[in-house]
């Protein structure tokens, strides 16, 4: 797709706010561009600005854990950020930072075109349903901006609190069955018979 590649460029050369000056490499994301769901994370970390790929480090390796548990791998989905340079120190991105990568942000998912968008995260929850408790929305899809979104919490959660690993492991193992349905619906929607879902 010559448009995606062209949109990588741009976020590569960014300028938009301050984090550009500091960053070894952008983190645009990665995974199939057919993908039937979308992964959103918060914000690169020292081994993704190093590496330039998205959740290459211990959070990362959980993610991989989790896609495999449910049957994927990697390049069957697409993983990305709301920001794409690292924040210092991994701090929280601030408001102006998500506001300037937000059309980035916004042209992958209208290209990619995803099923379920799953928010990784009270940060990209926060994208779509700004003011509310991650805790309480955590694997319950809804509806919003013409997507499916399912959020969980960040894999980096589990790393600080085991207790939460289970949680999201968990909402993992739903998704599938949503991704199901979601096609389902579509198909439905649009008159076609429900023959092999693209997916699982």
């Given amino acids: ?9 741009e976020i590569q050369s960014c300028t938009r706010c301050a984090l550009s ?13 057919a993908a039937a769901v979308v ?5 690169p970390g020292y081994h993704e600005d190093k590496q330039g790929r998205p959740f290459v ?20 989905v697409y993983i990305t ?22 059309p980035y942000l916004d042209k992958q998912l209208e290209m990619i075109g ?3 968008l799953v928010t990784l995260g009270r940060h990209s929850f926060s994208r779509f349903f ?3 408790s991650i805790g309480k929305a955590r694997g319950q899809a809804r509806k919003m901006e013409g997507l499916v979104v399912y959020p969980v919490y960040h894999p ?18 739903k998704l599938p069955d949503l991704v199901r349905r979601v096609e389902k619906e579509l198909a439905v929607s649009e008159g076609k018979a429900v023959s092999q879902l693209s997916l699982f």
């Fill in 130 to 132: 700004p003011g509310e």
């Fill in 39 to 43: 992964f959103i994370g918060e914000g």
């Fill in 57 to 76: 480090g211990a959070a990362g390796q959980f993610l991989d854990e989790l896609l495999e548990s449910i049957g994927l791998k990697r390049e069957d």
């Fill in 21 to 33: 000056q500091k960053r070894t490499r952008t983190v645009p994301g990665e995974g199939s561009l």
């Fill in 114 to 116: 995803p099923k379920v």
């Fill in 1 to 9: 797709m010559p448009d995606f590649e062209a949109l990588i460029q």
């Fill in 156 to 173: 980096a959660a589990a790393l600080h609190n085991p207790k939460l690993r289970s949680v999201i492991e968990s909402d993992f193992k």
């Fill in 81 to 102: 950020n709301m920001i794409k340079c690292r924040a210092p120190n991994n701090r929280d991105p601030l408001p102006a930072e998500i506001q300037a990568c937000r």
